[in-house]
């Protein structure tokens, strides 16, 4: 059984730096491609950044300068660091990717279960 789980969120100041952790783990053969979504309550979930298997990384213009998507394919884990933080950066913030379970099974979709990141004085 396929898991991810995210860890790191917690409580900052504007200005400061969190390091979220996403641990895949289960029946996995492969890894494609990670991402970062954040979701604001009443709101659509946004992705944030997403990493491929090869390490090609893209970024939300919102957060472009300011996160870091970083994943080690050996430990089947999936990083953001988050620096300069604002007040519109508070959401839950969830880890999703696509995962094979063998060399012919094709790419199963799988999310965390998210964990909350609050930026407020």
């Known amino acids: 059984q396929v898991q991810l789980v995210e860890s790191g969120g917690g409580l900052v100041q504007p200005g400061g730096s969190l390091r979220l952790s996403c641990a895949a783990s289960?029946?996995?053969?492969?890894?494609?491609?990670m991402r970062w979504y954040r979701q604001v309550s009443g709101m659509q979930r946004e992705l944030v950044a997403n990493?491929?298997?090869?390490?090609?990384?893209t970024y939300a213009a919102s957060v472009k300068g300011r996160f870091t998507i970083s994943r080690d394919n050996v430990r089947n884990r999936m990083y953001l660091q988050m620096n300069s933080l604002r007040s519109e950066d508070t959401a839950v913030y969830y880890c999703?990717?696509?995962?094979?379970?063998?060399?012919?099974?094709?790419?199963?979709?799988?999310w965390g279960q998210g964990t909350q990141v609050t930026v407020s004085s």
């Open positions: 990493i491929t298997s090869g390490g090609v990384t």
């Open positions: 999703n990717a696509d995962i094979l379970y063998s060399p012919r099974s094709g790419e199963y979709n799988f």
């Open positions: 289960g029946g996995i053969f492969a890894i494609n491609t």
